[in-house]
């Protein structure tokens, strides 16, 4: 009991670059975990993708030792992701700690995802330690933003240590509060195991490692082990924890956060929430709040070059391998041919998968306009879909529901207008609208999900000028008029350009789309029509005319081999774009139809 | 490499210097007139050292850059080392191309002497803005007086005029056509190609296909109300007055290719080529060579031979490759038939006469991959 009395779990949660990383580091770095030359910027954000976005994807845990009154203190820090997609998982590595550092920067002050993690730690019981960073900005304002904290949150926030990561002031204020505020770690280390996973990572010779909280009990290299919810029976292979490179230790026991290996081949068998026991002597419940996350956003993605399938299967299986809430499932498009539909926990999510695709695995990819997941209830029951090119027929729909969100937006007075008018064109209901302070406003309004999916973000950052903040969360199923609109090249449906859309969007989206596809599509030697159409019928047309001027100049020189190269790879370059029918498609015009909206302002 | 003496060869010589570059060109040129000695010592080195000695000369093409500022005296030395190493026949086109600004009495005799015949003249366009515009350094004026200069010693002579330039409209293509057509017995027709590098390309100015065909219609019109015939897309001819030189390359037969960024070709599989850096020319003058693998040979075939009025001879195709052009493409040719994008008769394969200005996509679906 008196090793735990000396043992802090906590997580840093902020708003996206509030200084989250920043203040790791120099954690690390106060505690000599990490010397100044072994920390490579932001240690903790591994992923290139992270360090470019300042966004944490994959959690990493880090021990850390701090001398306080006398007595060496265990600091675990968990690193949390800092996006709205990654909300489950946020939740389960909060349900880790005992205690959380809120970093809030102190010119900006409390922003959405402040108050949303914030309401998540909450939720999970956290002692919440506040922090103003940031106070080197000339633009920082620490005695506001403590009034903001404690009029918002109702946090008391008196005594919240005022920093500057960046330049490392007052870091030690950190430690100490965290020593003195976080309460320790509460389990038995006498009952059977019972340990939380809240994440875990593919590794090639360990197979999937779980990152685990230990609640009661130990685990040791040795011990056989379940994991609750499907009951699969391992040996473990090792433990140990993170300083922060992976070092192997002879037992974790209650109030310790480390990593366990048990041979496990796969980490969808370490699902995030789950918890791990002994597999003879098990503990009496599991952790609470365990569910399977599942994709709320799909879209389809093909290669760009036909010929790559396997390429891009192979790479979605390797993704997959540290990746279990990726979602995907072989599926054919008569424009684009063999592919996947694939499930993603949010647009973030999405990006980040598809950006990987391209950089890490070298693929040029055709993605198709992402949707959500539609309830379609016929005669027969209901049916889930995910790809508009698999929804029945008009006529034996009964109803459709799709999913909406509690949307809340923080923005300076000044934008209340045009954001509320976005919301409205995005088929918002108002919810309500506080005045958190003299300059900034929280607003909110239940919204579909597909309206967010569909440009949402980029529409509120122009209409802000980038000063309004953005969160979500899931608010069910609602009845709603859906309609699927094609799009007919030349007189047939491109299935891959199909959406389902509101019955009142659809005409302005079908005309938006045809006008830019126009744009897009190369002329050929005939016309070519483009219609938007609901059900066959034919609700906006644009036409791509003939082309009329397709000749190279003379030679010059008699340099005959530089045009025939021109034309090799005109050709070429035809070659890999789709061809539908007649008419050549380009994978930019499957992407540029997401992003009507900001093209018209 | 082929020498055949049995055929005619062409020969290309380039100048490459201007008094100003345009701002639509891409070409190497220099206004740096103080290398033209040096350039034209390099030359006649590479003509006396050529392979290529004592073939058969039937046409031969001075081009640039602008031939016409060359020295006094220059032309004479290129035309004399030629006539050393090479069998020129009597009847020869020898072709001089020139801008209005340098035209004058002193070039015409040096022409004259050195048995020029044909002059090839850059006037882009008839409209003073037009030419301001895209940075020449003539007037409308100069031209018409140039022009009515070398029709007192030269009755072949040949202009240009360029599409979709900056401020021109269609009437003044109507305008410049019919003035050529008056003066000329020959004209070239281009389009104007925005290449990347160029002030045209800098200033962000890019003219519309559309524009440019409508421009090309009218041209093409205009020009055969006034008799003058289409060979190649972009040359039209009074009859007889056709580019014999030009004719070589769109036929694939051979020419000789001296000085920078010239080209040449064997007739055979081997294609010639010069760097395009005048320093590196000056210090070693030979051309590369390139062997071409059937794919190349019968791509360039159909690909030039196509730009042509006549289109593919039939005929010929079999004697160069051994077999049937039409049988070996039986189900393209009959696709491209049946959409009016290709005639067949009498031997030949050629683009329909309105779809000239689209041919590259309808070429393309004749080449190989």
Redesign the interface.
């Given at each position: 009991m008196d090793k735990q009395k000396f043992i802090r779990n906590f997580c840093i949660i902020a708003h996206i670059d509030h200084g989250k990383s920043t203040l790791a580091d120099r954690l690390m770095e106060a505690t000599a975990t990490l010397t100044k030359r072994e920390l490579s910027d932001q240690m903790l954000d591994s992923m290139d993708i992270e360090r470019e976005r300042g966004i944490t994807i994959k959690l990493t845990p880090v021990r850390m030792f701090y001398e306080y009154e006398g007595q060496r203190y265990t600091f675990n820090l968990i690193d949390t992701p800092g996006h709205v997609d990654f909300t489950y998982e946020v939740s389960r590595s909060l349900a880790a700690c005992e205690g959380a550092v809120l970093v809030v920067d102190a010119a900006q002050g409390v922003e959405a995802q402040t108050l949303a993690n914030v309401y998540l730690a909450l939720d999970n019981n956290l002692e919440i330690v506040p922090v103003i960073n940031k106070i080197d900005l000339p633009a920082a304002r620490p005695d506001e933003v403590k009034k903001e904290i404690e009029d918002i949150i109702g946090l008391p926030a008196d005594e919240a240590p005022c920093i500057s990561a960046k330049e490392g002031v007052n870091i030690d204020d950190v430690l100490r509060a965290i020593a003195q505020s976080v309460p320790p770690p509460q389990g038995d280390v006498d009952k059977p195991l019972k340990a939380l996973i809240f994440d875990s990572y593919y590794d090639n010779y360990k197979g999937a490692v779980c990152l685990v909280r230990i609640i009661d009990g130990s685990a040791k290299a040795g011990d056989r082990i379940t994991m609750m919810s499907n009951g699969k029976v391992y040996d473990v292979t090792e433990v140990g924890v993170f300083q922060p490179k992976p070092v192997s230790i002879d037992r974790l026991s209650a109030g310790d956060v480390g990593y366990l290996c048990a041979s496990i081949k796969s980490i969808a068998d370490t699902a995030p929430g789950d918890t791990i026991t002994y597999a003879n002597n098990p503990t009496s419940e599991p952790c609470p709040g365990y569910k399977k996350v599942k994709p709320v956003v799909y879209s389809g993605i093909y290669p760009a070059d036909g010929s790559k399938y396997e390429d891009l299967k192979d790479a979605l299986e390797r993704l997959k391998l540290n990746d279990a809430s990726l979602f995907y499932e072989p599926e054919t498009s008569s424009a684009l041919g063999f592919g996947f539909r694939c499930g993603f926990l949010g647009l973030l999510h999405m990006e980040i998968i598809e950006e990987r695709l391209e950089r890490e695995f070298d693929l040029d990819i055709i993605t198709t306009a992402p949707g959500v997941v539609y309830k379609v209830y016929t005669s027969s029951g209901m049916t889930e879909v995910t790809n508009p090119s698999n929804l029945p027929p008009a006529g034996e729909i009964d109803y459709m529901e799709e999913p909406v969100v509690t949307a809340s937006i923080y923005t300076p007075p000044e934008y209340i207008g045009p954001i509320m008018e976005l919301c409205q064109d995005k088929r918002g209901e108002y919810l309500n609208m506080t005045y958190i302070e003299k300059t900034r406003v929280l607003i909110t309004y239940t919204m579909p999900l597909n309206e967010i999916v569909y440009d949402f973000f980029d529409g509120l950052k122009s209409r802000s000028r980038g000063y309004a903040s953005f969160d979500y969360e899931q608010a069910g199923y609602r009845k709603s008029d859906l309609v699927k609109l094609d799009i007919m090249l030349n007189g047939d449906i491109c299935d891959a350009l199909s959406i389902i859309v509101h019955r009142d969007k659809a005409y302005s989206r079908g005309r938006a789309m045809a006008e830019k596809l126009k744009d897009v599509i190369p002329r050929?030697?005939?016309e070519i029509p483009i219609q938007a159409a609901i059900g066959g019928k034919v609700i906006a047309r644009e036409t791509i005319?003939a082309?009329?001027?397709?000749?190279?100049?003379?030679?010059?020189?008699?340099?005959?081999?530089r045009?025939?190269k021109l034309?090799?790879k005109?050709?070429e370059g035809?070659?890999r774009m789709r061809q539908f029918g007649t008419v050549e498609i380009p994978s930019e015009a499957f992407m540029s139809v997401l992003k009507l909206d900001n093209d018209k302002k | 490499m082929t020498i055949d003496t049995e055929k005619s060869y062409g020969v290309y010589i380039h100048i490459p210097f201007c008094k100003a570059k345009c701002k639509y060109c891409a070409f190497v040129s220099t206004p740096d007139f103080s290398l033209q000695k040096t350039y034209v010592d390099t030359l006649i080195k590479e003509i006396n050292d050529s392979e290529f000695k004592g073939c058969v000369v039937d046409t031969i093409y001075i081009g640039g850059g602008t031939p016409s500022c060359l020295f006094r005296g220059g032309l004479a030395d290129i035309q004399t080392a030629v006539k050393n190493n090479f069998c020129v026949t009597d009847n020869a086109e020898i072709t001089v191309e020139c801008n209005p600004e340098s035209v004058s009495t002193d070039f015409i005799c040096e022409c004259k002497d050195v048995g020029v015949n044909r002059i090839s003249m850059g006037l882009q366009s008839s409209c003073d803005k037009v030419l301001r515009a895209i940075g020449r350094v003539h007037t409308y004026a100069d031209y018409l007086n140039a022009v009515e200069l070398l029709a007192h010693s030269f009755d072949n002579i040949s202009s240009d005029i360029i599409l979709g330039l900056p401020e021109q409209t269609s009437d003044v293509v109507i305008d410049s056509v019919t003035t050529v057509a008056r003066h000329c017995s020959h004209v070239s027709v281009y389009a104007l190609t925005v290449e990347q590098g160029t002030p045209l390309y800098k200033s962000g100015y890019m003219p519309s296909d559309d524009g440019i065909a409508d421009m090309y219609d009218l041209a093409y019109g205009k020009l055969h109300d006034l008799d003058f015939c289409r060979y190649e897309v972009s040359n039209f001819a009074l009859r007889g007055r056709e580019s014999r030189h030009n004719k070589k390359y769109w036929e694939c037969k051979p020419y000789i290719g001296f000085g920078v960024a010239a080209h040449g070709y064997d007739g055979a599989r081997t294609r010639f080529m010069h760097g395009d850096n005048l320093a590196e020319y000056i210090a070693s003058p030979r051309a590369e060579s390139c062997n071409l693998t059937d794919k190349d040979l019968y791509n360039e075939y159909v690909m030039l031979r196509l730009r042509t009025e006549k289109g593919i001879i039939v005929d010929d195709f079999y004697k160069r490759f051994g077999y049937d052009f039409c049988k070996r493409n039986a189900e393209i040719l009959h696709s491209l038939k049946s959409e009016n994008l290709i005639v067949c008769e009498n031997g030949f394969v050629k683009i329909s006469p309105d779809k000239m200005f689209v041919m590259n996509s309808i070429i393309e679906q004749l080449m190989l991959d």
């Open positions: 050929k030697l005939f005319k082309l009329r001027k397709d000749v190279l100049a003379k030679c010059y020189g008699g340099d005959v081999t045009k025939k034309l090799e005109q050709k035809k070659k | -």
